[in-house]
């Protein structure tokens, strides 16, 4: 018979750059524009140039904080609503140009590029499709055209992007007018091919269908992109959840900020650690990636008590989750499928093409169990379980059960899922995670039994319950 193959994917599966988007867990957006200075959230697009000075901008200092934040992927504005442009266009001197900014010489883009390049972060960017200055915004065809320039400058000036953010937000009173999304998309493809595309709809990546950064407790990265619009308030419900039925391959990517608002503003602080704990297990711990804004001040830098936050959060993520509980224990399952795919296979470095594979033939119900020792059990209050996402997104129910009680009632898996025990801390001898329901056979590529000492179940709130 020789070594047992792998088992055949389920479609639809993730392309290439879409695996390594996933992996990134945590990336940061920057708003960062006219608006810092006016103290505002969406511009009028009447705002003078001048305004924008930032006198101390140093764009090395954020990737100083993304790097030790641990994030490997960085977005900017651009360009925002208010139509003010972060690098000098040729096509509009509403920008950077007409600021005294670095005597109107300056390019916050290229700054940026250029320091996330010295730190081997790649970079993102945001162009608003609604534009509240240019006097093209309500011409159907002028302002494709403008936007399509604006978008071929962006892409070929400044290296190799990884992202591209398009999003549907727009005033009630906005001149109505339709953006040619397909053309757009096109145009990207074609001069960045490794990118991914943001949007209401994908095609790469699906916003979360909220901005409080928490996807559904049932999240697919498979949905229908023939079911999705962009800018469609009424969709929202679907967005949030994905499709087990989905035939495209469109993980959802959940934004929200480290302060109330997404700019700048001296009044505001950025949100307490067990909020950001909140977020984290609500999006990464969701399938999803989590897109946390960090906005800089006028003077052009992160302001300090965000980067306190920010470290404060990481440390946090590297304390609950550098210790795997579940490493050097027994571990036995219903069946595998030859010494490949066996389940010790869940306990190594190997998130993604590692994993135990029960028998392919095995029509029970398809179980893991990890044993500790006898002396005193595990301790933990997180369980961890990822899927092999690389052949597909499989898992629709599953449960876990610790010493024969049942503990957590799941749904989806996906890249990463993470269960905060209701209960708080256990000491267990055996934890067994069961799964109900899959298409096809369950791949599980990784578990982890972890203590989280942050979380305490009995001051939390009721969204964060685990049985669900």
Known sequence: MGTPTPPLPILPLPSATQLKWQQREVIMFLHFGVNTFTDSEWGTGKEDPSIFNPTGLNASQWMDVAADSGVSLVILTAKHHDGFCLWPSQYTDHSVVSSPWRDGKGDVVKEFVSAAKTRGIDIGLYLSPWDRHDERYGHEREYNEYYLAQLQELLTRYGKVHEIWFDGAKGANAPNMSYYFQDWFSIVKELQGSINIFSDAGPDVRWVGDEYGYAGSTCWSTINRTALKIGEGSIVSYLNTGDPKGTDWVPAECDVSIRPGWFWHKSEKPKPLSELLNIYYNSVGRNCVLLLNVPPNTTGLVSETDIQRLGEFRKAIDTIFSANLAEGNVIKASS????????????????????????????????????????????????????????????????????????????????????????GVVYAKSVKILIKESRGLPLISSIGLHFDPYWNPSKAISSNKTIS
């Open 336 to 423: 595998q499928k030859g010494e490949i795919f066996r389940p010790e296979n869940v306990l190594d470095g190997d998130h993604l093409w590692s994993y135990w594979a029960p028998e392919d033939n095995s029509k029970d119900e398809h179980w893991i169990e990890i044993l500790g020792d006898n002396k005193g059990g595990m301790k933990f209050n997180v369980v961890r379980i990822q899927e092999a996402i690389g052949l597909g997104q499989r898992v629709k129910k599953h449960e876990i059960h610790v010493d024969g009680k049942l503990v957590v009632k799941g749904t989806t898996i996906g890249y990463k899922r993470l269960h905060r025990l209701e209960e």
